[in-house]
């Protein structure tokens, strides 16, 4: 969790001193850490959480060379939201008035995205995507976000407990033990 908050501080420029002498991250990698931004936003219930993910979602398209790519940072993008709503659940959303200060303070909400799918980041560099979008598409906000990844956690963790219980009892060996198993079998 911290590691995911320590990221989004550096990828957002909050500690734009420490960016500066760290390397910079991949597109898949910057897109995971989207991700993952979203994805405590959303399990702290964040009020920014839809402007956030429009903005997230026009990055990763906007930031792509080519479809084949896009198509793999939508990947990273949601596997990171995923791991950080769980990694947040499973804490019992302890963190989340830390995480809702952060949050709710990224310099990335003084960003400008056009209707055209162009992006204007908050330092002033625009970012255009390779072909124009209808940016209003990219997302539709979803009153029920957090009660539908919830829901989506606790069927895939009873489908997980039901897995194990079910599973093949495999007998554990150890092979240092086998050959002296004989001796003391009788």
Known sequence: MKKI???AVL????????????TKPTYQEEMYILGAISGEGL????????????????????????????NEGLYQ???????????????????????LEQFDNQKIFNSVLYSDGRIKMYDGKLITPRKPYDASKLY???????IKMDELYKKSLDKAQ???QNAKKVPLKDA????????FSN
Not at 140 to 146: C, G, H, L, S
């Open 5 to 7: 908050l320590f990221y």
């Open 11 to 22: 990828f957002f420029g909050i500690a734009e001193s420490t960016l500066a002498s760290t």
């Open 43 to 70: 399990a702290c219930k964040s009020q920014k959480y839809h402007k956030f993910e429009l903005l997230a979602r026009a990055l990763v398209v906007s930031k792509a060379a080519n479809t084949e790519m896009e």
């Open 77 to 99: 993008f949601s596997e990171g939201k995923v791991n950080a709503f769980v990694a947040v659940r499973e804490k019992g959303f302890a963190d989340c008035g830390t995480i």
């Open 140 to 146: 539709v906000k979803d009153r029920e976000a957090f």
């Open 162 to 164: 039901k897995n194990a």
């Open 176 to 183: 240092r033990y086998d050959a002296f198993a004989q001796q």
